[in-house]
């Protein structure tokens, strides 16, 4: 058992509201110069949706993460040992400029220079990176909002293999549904980029597991953009090199939220540590699709145990550590509740940020009243959400639905619990035959 601390995150998309004020934080601390104008290592995408870069997701296309080749074996989905030479001089599946969009700013100056008259006077955008004058077509939340547009929506990856009625009920504007997905680098525990850099200058923290760019290593290859399933490497066109969410490492380590974090309006992000046990990362990141959540919950330790207590000492991780993950709303959320997932655990590279999908109000579903029915009738509003069951299992758990419906019946049991205090229309025993059917107890 090779025992290691990972700082992992959770964000509860019931709690979104797609405001992007974590995305303006994390912008004016990090990416506020040269080059990374483009750069948003936080961003809020609505969903469906195309994403940041556009269509991310499809991995056909840009050819991220990991895949289990005929011989079982787990290698990059991206490129071989005889393609990586040559992908260093042209490599057809990064994003280029027009998947993310030409940065811009406006020309102030002609506001105060405008002359006296009539018309309000206006500035004329222009291209942060040319300087000339430019129509805007595209931006990171180009899309906010906009989820039942054809142009947005429709062209989702997570909608392909959905059926023609599932894909009405999600884009059809009588019955238009949407949600909000925050994006950071996940920090994987299995990240591909970091296997994919020719130069080394990727690299996993062992006290922490937050995955960095060695600006002092990095040729700016951009194998590593290419290899990021998620698409939150970037590359600088002014310096040469590649960046990425740093996790706020520098306040983290002074006792601080990471900006993003602190900022957040709906306090939906959690941030604690995780024990995995490195020596199983590879067996698991090999099962099959539908049962990759699974296998990657039993990567995760109990931090309890007191045989991963003497295999962390052994490992050389500090009381303190093992302290943390005890007391982490990540590992509850995680490992004891099985309420967050992880975000396309297909890509196979065991992010370490995990997402608790959202419920969308079924409760206005409800009319049984009191009497036993309500629990069927609500349970039963999960399978006919607004937002699919079938499109969240594309998201969160690689296309196994039970895994999704479990985690919402949770959520529907926990609402008619506390429904049942707050309010007299739902009695104690059909709020406990809830908690029994979502298999929970009241504590």
Request: hydrophobic share 35%.
């Amino acid at each position: 058992m090779d025992v290691r601390a990972q700082t992992a995150m959770v964000f509860h998309l019931d709690k979104c509201i797609g405001c992007h004020t974590c995305s303006v934080a994390c912008k004016n601390i990090w990416t506020d110069r040269p080059g990374a104008e483009y750069m948003w290592w936080n961003n809020v995408e609505t969903k469906p949706g195309t994403g940041y870069p556009t269509r991310w997701e499809d991995q056909i296309e840009y050819r991220g993460g990991w895949r289990v080749n005929s011989r079982r074996e787990l290698v990059l989905r991206s490129q071989n040992k005889a393609s990586a030479f040559l992908k260093l001089f042209y490599n057809p599946n990064q994003p280029g400029l027009d998947d993310y969009y030409e940065p811009w700013t406006y020309r102030y100056q002609d506001l105060f220079d405008a002359a006296e008259g009539d018309d309000q006077p206006t500035a004329i955008p222009v291209s942060q990176i040319t300087g000339e004058p430019i129509d805007i077509e595209a931006g990171p939340n180009w899309d906010d909002d906009l989820s039942g547009s054809p142009i947005y929506a429709e062209n989702d990856p997570n909608l392909e293999g959905l059926s023609a009625e599932e894909k009405r009920a999600l884009l059809e504007v009588e019955s238009i549904a949407m949600m909000y997905l925050p994006r950071i680098c996940n920090h994987c525990a299995n990240p591909s980029c970091v296997a994919a850099c020719p130069s080394g200058a990727l690299y996993k923290r062992g006290e922490d597991g937050v995955v960095l760019v060695n600006q002092n290593e990095c040729r700016g290859w951009r194998s590593c953009v290419t290899a990021c399933p998620y698409k939150k490497m970037y590359f600088n066109w002014q310096t040469g090199k590649s960046e990425k969410c740093i996790l706020c490492y520098p306040r983290v380590e002074t006792g601080q939220a990471p900006a993003c974090f602190h900022s957040c309006v709906g306090r939906i992000r959690y941030l604690g540590v995780l024990l995995y046990d490195a020596d199983r990362v590879h067996d698991a990141m090999l099962a099959p699709d539908e049962s990759l959540v699974e296998a990657q919950r039993s990567v995760i330790l109990d931090p309890f145990d007191p045989e991963v207590i003497r295999e962390a000492a052994a490992s050389g991780l500090p009381p303190e550590m093992v302290a943390s993950a005890q007391g982490s709303p990540v590992w509850r959320f995680v490992k004891e509740w099985e309420l967050a997932l992880p975000l396309h655990p297909e890509f196979r590279t065991l992010p370490m940020l995990y997402y608790v999908p959202p419920l969308l109000p079924v409760m206005g579903k409800m009319t049984a009243g009191a009497h036993d029915s309500v629990v069927e009738e609500m349970f039963g509003a999960v399978d006919g959400s607004r937002i699919s069951i079938e499109f969240l299992s594309k998201l969160f758990s690689a296309g196994n639905t039970d895994v999704v419906r479990d985690v919402l019946r949770k959520l529907v049991a926990v609402r008619i619990h506390r429904r049942s205090k707050g309010i007299d229309d739902i009695s104690p025993e059909v709020a406990q035959k809830a908690l029994r059917e979502a298999q929970l107890t009241e504590k």
